[in-house]
């Protein structure tokens, strides 16, 4: 199987995102597990996206001068939802609140994905070369699979919800090798950073 660039891999992910928005939102009060259940599942793939994303796609555009003011929006936009999801989490399922939380919750996930999908794309897809968006899939991949256990594991998550909306893709990222630690990433990072000002 072919590893998917980095917009082939965040496509797939927000596919999965819109899938769970619309169980949260169609899940009725009366079955207040069902809603929990699609809000976690949801929170889950939201943070581990948005983690391995901000690493594989945001941090690369913010080192050029033509993707700050797009990465900045997308940053911000991360931390709104982070909110939207902290707020939902304080509300009993069961309650109309819940619901209209849910479905503003659902809306600005959609919103950010289309935005992302129609503008940040494009602005990045200029910047980076084709070797890069391969490279930065891969490395979005595993990061991903790897932030999505993480998570479960520090919220007290069963094991098996973070892995059951793994695309074939995110599969096989699970069994590759570990990625560079983090210190090394970050060497990488300032030294590119550092070349491209001399």
Known sequence: MTTPDIYQALRESHEIQRAWCT???RTRATNPQGR????????LEL?????????F???PMLMDDRGIDSARHALAEHHDLDEL??????????GEAWGEKARELAHEVRHHLEEEERGFFQVS???LTAAQKQRLGAQYLRNYAQMKKKYAADWGYAAERATQTDTPAVGAARKTVAPVP???RVARVVSAAGRRRR
């Open 23 to 25: 169980r949260l939102t």
């Open 36 to 43: 929990r259940d699609a809000f976690l599942t949801l929170k």
């Open 47 to 55: 943070a581990a996206h948005a983690a391995a994303e901000e690493r």
């Open 57 to 59: 796609l945001y941090a």
């Open 85 to 94: 999801v902290a707020a939902l989490g304080q509300l009993a399922p069961e």
């Open 125 to 127: 897809g200029k910047i």
């Open 182 to 184: 983090a210190k090394a």
